[in-house]
């Protein structure tokens, strides 16, 4: 006699194969949440790293250089130097400075040990600021009194504007003149041999730092201090 067939035992086995299947896609599903998750966040990581690599190499990239040779105005009667001229250009590939945002620190050292230092030298209220020089023009007819001891004022000596501004743009020179003596009436004074530091810190890019010794013979108008 056939036994008779039992359905019950196969449509068990369907049963647990669609059981399986969709632990299997449930596994799946969260598989890859998860994966999206951790390739989501690399990519975010390394994009903060990108970025934080690429603000660290525009602070450590000088975006200023000196142009030409530092001058100093010499009072040849008291053999002290008047005040200093720096020609200051943007670097290559440097995006255009604001000078008023840009903070001058002046350091003068003399042979004995005295000195004097400002943080903040910039005077950029003082109405001769931007002033254009002309070829041949002497800077101590421009400077004048409008600088009071160990002041600092920006001056234009090249530039493809009719009146200077703020902002230093490529192809232009400044100069950044500063009064490094107080005069003959017992004040601090620079002369022979003394150290001149002059540090220029623009709101982007590196310090730049100009570090010249006055030259023992102060018997002209002008001293080039590159050469002494």
Known sequence: MRKPRI??????????????????????????????????????????????IARAYEESTRALDVAGSVIAKVDTNNKLVDFIAVPIKLTAGARPIDLNKTVVS????????????????LNTETTITYTIVQAGQDLSSIVGNSLTAFQATWLYTRTDETTGDN????GEIVLLVAKVSEGTNG?????????????????????????????????????NLDVG
Do not use: C, W
């Open 106 to 121: 002046l350091t003068i050292i003399n042979p004995d040990g005295t000195s004097k230092h400002y943080d903040n030298a």
């Open 187 to 223: 004040g601090f004074n620079t002369t022979a041999y003394s150290r001149i530091i002059v540090e220029i810190k623009p709101p982007a890019g590196s310090v730049l730092t100009i570090e010249r010794v006055v030259p023992p013979k102060l018997d002209t108008d002008y001293v």
């Open 167 to 170: 902002l230093l743009e490529p």
């Open 7 to 52: 359905k019950g035992r196969k449509s068990r086995k369907g049963i647990v194969g669609i059981e399986a299947a969709i632990v299997l896609i449930a596994f799946v599903l969260v598989a890859s949440a998860l994966a999206f998750v951790v390739l989501n966040m690399g990519m975010f990581t390394t994009q903060k790293s990108k970025e934080v």
